[in-house]
């Protein structure tokens, strides 16, 4: 079994920043595509950030220049760097990899972190 277990959220003041972890951990073979996606409330899912596996990244609009997200392959592991936070950046934030255990790759989300960024 695949789990992805994120941490480092929690409640910070507009301006400030917060560091999002993501381990993958189990029978994993290879890890291709890595992101962090968030959900406000009343809002749908959205990608926030995403890295290849040879590290090419792409950003939201709304996130770009104060976000920035990076990955160590050897620990399985993504990061979202967060500053200059707004309390628009308030949602929860889910991990997402594409995971090749023993076949294809399969998507794996994390069950997620609250981020609450107050004004």
């Known amino acids: 079994q695949v789990q992805l277990v994120e941490s480092g959220g929690g409640l910070v003041q507009a301006g400030g920043s917060l560091r999002l972890s993501c381990a993958a951990s189990g029978s994993i073979f290879s890890i291709n595509d890595m992101a962090w996606y968030r959900q406000a409330p009343g809002k749908q899912r959205e990608l926030v950030a995403h890295?290849?596996?040879?590290?090419?990244?792409n950003y939201a609009d709304s996130v770009k220049g104060r976000f920035t997200i990076s990955r160590d392959n050897a620990k399985n592991t993504v990061y979202l760097q967060m500053n200059s936070l707004k309390p628009e950046d308030t949602a929860v934030y889910y991990c997402?990899?594409?995971?090749?255990?023993?076949?294809?790759?399969?998507?794996?989300w994390g069950k997620g972190t609250l981020v609450t960024v107050s004004s």
């Open positions: 997402y990899s594409s995971i090749r255990q023993f076949g294809t790759y399969t998507a794996y």
């Open positions: 890295v290849t596996s040879g590290g090419s990244t």
